[in-house]
């Protein structure tokens, strides 16, 4: 497994716009970019690659360009999962900060980001004496909906290694949370320290054979070491180059090698210094002999003869000798490849030797070569199934693909690791985007985790590392860690308290304790207050950019699901061990991305939470209906995006839009007064950037907006206009420098408390003061920060974020109530319905109460004190409705929405019955309505009946064989039985 993640501030600068189709013919099967290490793999292309692929796979990708080819591909495409696909999401979080304002990759230097790590320490330091407090609510375990089982859809680790002196001791390496530590056998984890910069891409981790506080990790293309525990760490080489693996010598443990996508380093005063550059290839594996303890082997990558070579080395290193008898060798060498190669060795039979090889040996192969096995220390080998790569049969048909899918996707050795049984020598384990086992030296193998499993299925796809320590064995993928002590017949889920979910979208509650969001590696994840604090369900999904919450039925979620053709709404369960149930899908999907401030969402009315709006592709789109049907309110140019939409609470009809025109990177904004109905741009943001702009209004004041530029230059970063966009406001202040904003929050009930999430921190603006106030302390130094979200039920503001987990703190000032009523519409239908509302208010609810006015009274209300009263009309009318919110310290607001309901009752029953249906049969007779009523797919509705007997019955029947999967009605049955 390899692959990484550098961290680091973005020197902004300009942009062009236009998507160019790179020339196919550049390359020659596979293509040659600068920056192999920022995709997970590198395939061949060929005329049938799409232009977006090849432009990214180019020497000087404009990634802009890139993300439009990208979504212009896919809204004419159906969505397959390919390797392109993958490498896209990963080279977008790779590269994320690095890219320019025209839209180009500009990594930092190493003295760039040595000064940027020093200044975001100086600045921790000087936060900390303020004694504030950020504290992770995970997600620390996760749970397989329906069961009580802690299910591996959290994290995506790395790396790991268990202590051999100390067996409960083990350290794991995640891709872009940190390194974290257990010291009860995988039970319970925790962070080794918020304070390290080597957040992204651990891919190598190590422990000292006899001293498990002595631990190496491979990450930021250096090599870090901690001699306390993971207390502290101290860079110890700056390897320029991805780290795949670090050995300590058993016999000798001052001496450790590490091998790298630069070649191999050695150790030898037990990692404190790295001298010795020993190779300058691509050294994939170093494993030492089990018994002998001078003899170790390396398996290096030789780009001319294509293939990872096996060296043995008798002398601990001194000397290298190929071992090249009856060995690998491609077929095929202009049309091969080389992903990779892992090393197994077993105690069982100390000379034998295991080389898993990925790659191609020639034109069609895709991902797999095989295996092959030595029994005399490399002098001798085979290929126990007969052949290198293809042809493949089916799956867990041998010879198969056991790297990849069925269509060929696969991850090369971005998803890699092999190991042998240290108690059987035919007993081997390998992990590619499946788990799989061979039990016979490596002859045959069957799928047994993952896609296609034979008796695992809930193993998480996508092998990282595999751990065999005696009787144990432990595997680490992209949902986290799984642990058997029975040669993987069985197996549990150990992640516990690794807060390492990876955030693309983020959806909170309002009176409810409610969190969701779309996630990379491991899809939806769902938190309700029952659940306890950072426990969490799988909630489906697979990696969108998604999660929404409904605003009075908190339980109620909402997620993309392309592949059902629209928006599906999940209804949590109210307990661990509960099922999640589906609701009806909406028929649009929001515009969505993995890209930076380039995505809309699923936004709702602040006074109905029927009424939903979006933004889907070039138009605002506008729901009365619950999402049954949507209607465009605006379209803002052709093949354009819309992007965020902000719903103004003080007057609604006011609601502003960021919108990103066809072939630029730049972003407009657009503002109606009218609810929809006409539109004016704003006036251009004075900032040398709007390529990544995020926007948030005054809950008091729609004319006040603020807005963060994610590009934008030193002291150009933050603007507000208090004129709805005709004049702006330069809000950025010198400790803004070097920040590289991501989201932005007014918190209501304030004067302009407005919280700024940049990469690595959280910034408020005091308004008395004039400045902004770091209030990043408590969070990990490396934050990366993704979305803001506040939950003023309990007086939190709360962080999403890209590896990290979620965050929260006490709100940055006290605030005062702001108090908004919400129902579903503004129209009901029938006078006896039971009306639901809800306070949808900016309010503590700690010792707050709530008083309701209806005017004209209403026939019954639940009652005028509770948060949430249910009110019965009786009468045709308008009605105003007055919310008045008072919090705990006696603070006060009330709000009247006048006509907030119209009744115009369509469900009188007749006075006079009528003949519409008889039955005469003597027994479980029944009639058909000639025309039955229609409703939507999700749609509440009642029905009133007379009925007469002729005889002593039971209770009539109302029978419907509506097709609710299909939205349909086709009739009602009224039913009367026999007594």
């Given at each position: 497994m390899?692959?990484f993640?550098?961290?680091?501030?973005?020197?902004a600068?300009?942009?062009?716009?236009?998507?160019?189709?790179?020339?196919v013919s550049?390359?020659?099967?596979y293509?040659?970019?600068?920056h192999?290490?920022?995709?997970?793999?590198i395939?061949?292309?060929?005329?049938?690659?799409p232009a977006?692929a090849v432009a990214?796979?180019?020497?000087?990708?404009?990634?802009?360009?890139?993300?439009d080819?990208?979504?212009?591909?896919y809204?004419e495409?159906e969505?397959?999962?390919?390797?392109h696909?993958?490498n896209?999401k990963f080279?977008?979080?790779?590269?994320s900060?690095?890219?320019?304002?025209?839209?180009?990759?500009?990594?930092?230097?190493?003295?760039?980001e040595?000064?940027?790590?020093?200044k975001?320490?100086?600045?921790?330091?000087?936060?900390?004496q303020?004694?504030?407090g950020w504290?992770?609510?995970?997600?620390?375990?996760?749970?397989k909906?329906?069961?009580?089982?802690?299910?591996?859809?959290?994290?995506?680790v790395?790396?790991l290694d268990?202590?051999?002196s100390?067996?409960d001791?083990?350290f794991?390496?995640?891709?872009?949370?940190?390194?974290?530590?257990?010291?009860d056998?995988g039970?319970?984890w925790?962070?080794?320290?918020?304070d390290?910069?080597?957040?992204g891409?651990n891919?190598?981790?190590?422990i000292h054979?006899?001293?498990?506080?002595?631990?190496i990790?491979?990450?930021?293309n250096?090599?870090?070491r901690?001699?306390?525990?993971?207390?502290?760490?101290a860079?110890?080489?700056y390897?320029?180059?991805?780290?795949?693996?670090?050995k300590?010598?058993?016999s000798?443990?001052?001496?450790?090698?590490?091998?790298?996508?630069?070649?191999?380093y050695?150790?030898?005063?037990?990692?404190?210094t790295?001298p010795?550059h020993?190779?300058?290839?691509t050294?994939?594996?170093?494993?030492w002999?089990?018994?002998?303890?001078?003899?170790?082997?390396?398996?290096?990558?030789?780009?001319d003869?294509?293939?990872?070579e096996?060296?043995?080395?008798?002398?601990g290193?001194?000397?290298?000798?190929?071992?090249?008898?009856?060995?690998?060798?491609?077929?095929?060498p202009?049309?091969?490849?080389?992903n990779?190669g892992?090393i197994?060795?077993t105690a069982a039979?100390?000379?034998r030797?295991?080389?898993?090889?990925?790659?191609?040996?020639?034109?069609?192969?895709?991902g797999?070569i095989?295996i092959?096995?030595?029994?005399?220390?490399g002098?001798?080998w085979?290929?126990p199934?007969?052949q290198?790569?293809?042809?493949?049969q089916a799956?867990n048909?041998?010879?198969?693909?056991a790297?990849?899918?069925?269509?060929g996707?696969?991850?090369?050795?971005?998803?890699f690791?092999?190991?042998?049984?240290?108690?059987?020598?035919d007993?081997?384990?390998?992990?590619?985007?499946?788990?799989?086992?061979s039990s016979?030296?490596?002859?045959?193998?069957?799928s047994?985790g993952?896609?296609?499993?034979?008796?695992?299925?809930?193993?998480?796809?996508?092998?990282q590392a595999?751990?065999?320590?005696g009787?144990?064995?432990?595997v680490?993928?992209?949902?986290?860690?799984?642990?058997?002590?029975d040669?993987?017949?069985?197996?549990?889920?150990?992640k516990?308290?690794?807060?390492?979910?990876?955030y693309?979208?983020?959806?909170?509650?309002?009176?409810?304790?409610v969190?969701?969001?779309?996630r990379?590696?491991?899809?939806?994840?769902?938190y309700?207050?029952?659940?306890?604090?950072?426990?969490?369900i799988?909630?489906g999904?697979?990696?969108?950019?998604?999660?929404y919450?409904?605003?009075i039925?908190n339980?109620?979620?909402?997620?993309n699901?392309?592949w059902?053709?629209?928006?599906?709404?999940?209804?949590?369960?109210?307990?661990i061990?509960?099922?999640?149930?589906?609701?009806?899908?909406?028929p649009?999907?929001?515009?969505?991305?993995?890209?930076?401030?380039n995505s809309s969402?699923?936004?709702?009315d602040?006074?109905?939470?029927?009424?939903?709006?979006m933004?889907?592709?070039?138009?605002?789109w506008k729901s009365?209906?619950?999402?049954?049907?949507?209607?465009s309110?605006?379209?803002?140019?052709?093949?354009?995006?819309?992007?965020?939409?902000?719903?103004?609470?003080?007057?609604?009809?006011?609601i502003?839009?960021?919108?990103?025109?066809?072939?630029?990177?730049?972003?407009?904004?657009?503002?109606?007064?009218?609810?929809?109905?006409?539109w004016?741009?704003?006036t251009?943001?004075p900032?040398?950037?709007?390529?990544?702009?995020?926007?948030?209004?005054?809950?008091?004041?729609?004319?006040?907006?603020?807005?963060?530029?994610?590009?934008?230059a030193n002291?150009k970063?933050?603007?507000?206009?208090?004129?709805?966009?005709?004049?702006?406001?330069?809000m950025?202040?010198?400790?803004?420098?070097?920040?590289?904003?991501?989201?932005?929050?007014?918190?209501?009930?304030?004067?302009?408390?407005?919280?700024?999430?940049?990469?690595?921190?959280?910034?408020?603006y005091?308004?008395?003061?004039?400045?902004?106030?770091?209030?990043g302390?408590?969070?990990?130094?490396?934050a990366?920060?993704?979305?803001?979200?506040?939950?003023?039920?309990?007086?939190?503001?709360?962080?999403?974020t890209?590896?990290?987990?979620?965050w929260?703190?006490?709100m940055?000032?006290?605030?005062?109530?702001?108090?908004?009523?919400?129902t579903?519409?503004d129209?009901v239908?029938?006078?006896?319905?039971?009306?639901q509302?809800?306070?949808?208010?900016?309010?503590?609810?700690?010792?707050?109460?709530?008083?309701?006015?209806?005017?004209?009274?209403?026939?019954?209300?639940?009652?005028?004190?509770?948060?949430?009263p249910?009110?019965?009309?009786g009468?045709?009318?308008?009605?105003?409705?007055?919310?008045a919110?008072?919090?705990?310290?006696?603070?006060?607001?009330?709000?009247?929405?006048?006509?907030m309901v119209?009744?115009?009752s369509?469900?009188e029953?007749?006075?006079?019955?009528?003949?519409?249906?008889?039955?005469?049969?003597?027994?479980?007779?029944?009639?058909?309505?000639p025309?039955?009523?229609?409703?939507?797919?999700?749609?509440?509705?009642?029905?009133?009946?007379?009925?007469?007997?002729?005889?002593?019955?039971?209770?009539?029947v109302?029978?419907?064989?509506?097709?609710?999967?299909?939205?349909k009605?086709?009739?009602?049955?009224?039913?009367?039985?026999?007594g």
């Open positions: 390899r692959q993640i550098l961290l680091s501030a973005l020197v600068c300009c942009f062009t716009a236009v998507f160019s189709q790179t020339d550049a390359f020659s099967n293509p040659n970019p600068p192999p290490e920022y995709f997970k793999t395939p061949p292309i060929d005329a049938n690659t977006w990214m796979y180019g020497p000087d990708p404009n990634v802009d360009e890139v993300v080819a990208y979504l212009k591909y809204r495409h969505y397959v999962k390919t390797v696909g993958q896209y080279w977008l979080k790779t590269v900060e690095w890219v320019d304002d025209s839209g180009h990759i500009r990594p930092p230097s190493r003295e760039q040595e000064n940027f790590y020093r975001i320490k100086e600045r921790r330091a000087e936060a900390e303020r004694n504030l504290t992770s609510i995970g997600p620390f375990e996760t749970y909906s329906g069961t009580t089982q802690p299910y591996s859809n959290q994290v995506n790395y790396s268990q202590s051999k100390s067996p001791v083990l794991a390496g995640t891709e872009s949370g940190g390194v974290y530590k257990t010291t056998h039970l319970n925790s962070l080794t320290n918020p390290e910069v080597f957040v891409g891919t190598a981790v190590q054979p006899t001293n498990p506080d002595l631990v990790v491979g990450a930021n250096r090599l870090y901690t001699t306390d525990g993971g207390a502290t760490w860079e110890v080489r390897l320029g180059s991805s780290a795949n693996e670090v300590f010598r058993p000798h443990p001052d001496s450790v090698f590490c091998t790298a996508d630069n070649g191999l050695l150790s030898t005063d037990g990692g404190a790295w010795t020993v190779f300058a290839e050294c994939y594996d170093v494993d002999h089990t018994t002998s303890p001078d003899t170790v082997y390396l398996l290096k990558n030789n780009a003869s294509v293939r990872a096996l060296f043995m080395s008798p002398d290193g001194g000397n290298w000798f190929l071992k090249n008898n009856g060995y690998y060798s491609p077929s095929d202009a049309n091969a490849n080389v990779g892992k197994a060795l039979d100390p000379d030797v295991y080389v898993c090889l990925i790659g191609a040996d020639k034109a069609n192969d895709n797999w095989g092959l096995r030595s029994n005399d220390r002098e001798n085979t290929v199934a007969g290198y790569g293809g042809p493949y799956i048909t041998m010879p198969w693909n790297a990849a899918y069925s269509n996707y696969h991850q090369g050795f971005y998803n690791d092999c190991e042998a049984s240290p108690n059987n020598a007993l081997l384990w390998f992990g590619t985007v499946r788990l799989s086992e016979d030296g490596g002859a045959s193998y069957i047994i993952a896609a296609n499993s034979q008796r695992l299925s809930d193993v998480h796809a996508d092998i595999i751990v065999v320590n009787g144990e064995v432990w680490a993928n992209d949902g986290g860690i799984e642990f058997s002590t040669s993987l017949q069985t197996f549990e889920s150990r516990n308290g690794i807060a390492g979910s990876n693309w979208g983020f959806g909170s509650g309002w009176n409810e304790d969190l969701v969001g779309g990379y590696h491991v899809g939806n994840s769902g309700y207050q029952s659940y306890g604090t950072g426990n969490s799988k909630l999904g697979v990696e969108e950019a998604t999660g919450v409904h605003p039925e339980r109620k979620v909402f997620f699901k392309y059902a053709g629209g928006t599906v709404t999940i209804n949590m369960p109210d307990a061990g509960g099922a999640y149930t589906n609701g009806a899908t909406l649009l999907i929001p515009n969505e991305s993995y890209s930076t401030s969402g699923l936004y709702f602040p006074r109905y939470a029927g009424h939903y709006f933004g889907e592709g070039s138009s605002i009365t209906d619950a999402g049954i049907t949507f209607q309110l605006h379209d803002f140019g052709a093949n354009g995006r819309t992007l965020e939409i902000e719903i103004s609470r003080n007057n609604p009809d006011y502003y839009v960021v919108f990103k025109p066809d072939g630029t990177s730049y972003r407009d904004i657009y503002r109606t007064t009218d609810g929809g109905s006409t004016n741009q704003l251009t943001l900032s040398n950037s709007r390529s990544r702009i995020e926007i948030t209004l005054n809950p008091e004041d729609e004319n006040e907006l603020w807005v963060s530029s994610g590009n934008g002291g970063k933050v603007y507000k206009t208090l004129d709805g966009g005709s004049t702006w406001t330069n950025t202040t010198a400790t803004l420098n070097g920040e590289k904003a991501k989201d932005i929050h007014y918190q209501g009930g304030t004067n302009d408390l407005v919280y700024l999430a940049t990469k690595n921190g959280i910034f408020y005091d308004a008395n003061a004039g400045d902004w106030v770091d209030y302390n408590g969070l990990p130094l490396i990366k920060s993704f979305k803001l979200a506040p939950f003023y039920r309990d007086g939190k503001i709360r962080i999403a890209g590896g990290r987990g979620v929260e703190n006490a940055a000032a006290t605030f005062t109530p702001v108090a908004q009523p919400m579903y519409a129209s239908f029938c006078s006896r319905d039971t009306v509302f809800d306070c949808h208010s900016m309010l503590k609810h700690s010792g707050a109460s709530w008083q309701w006015t209806f005017s004209p009274a209403p026939a019954w209300v639940s009652s005028l004190t509770a948060r949430n249910k009110v019965v009309f009468a045709n009318g308008s009605y105003d409705v007055t919310l919110v008072t919090d705990g310290s006696g603070a006060t607001d009330s709000k009247t929405i006048p006509g119209t009744v115009d369509r469900c029953p007749d006075t006079i019955a009528g003949k519409q249906l008889e039955t005469t049969g003597s027994s479980n007779s029944y009639a058909f309505a025309t039955g009523p229609q409703f939507g797919a999700d749609q509440d509705f009642s029905v009133s009946v007379w009925f007469k007997t002729t005889s002593t019955t039971s209770d009539g109302i029978i419907s064989n509506k097709d609710w999967d299909a939205g009605n086709k009739g009602w049955v009224f039913s009367i039985a026999n």
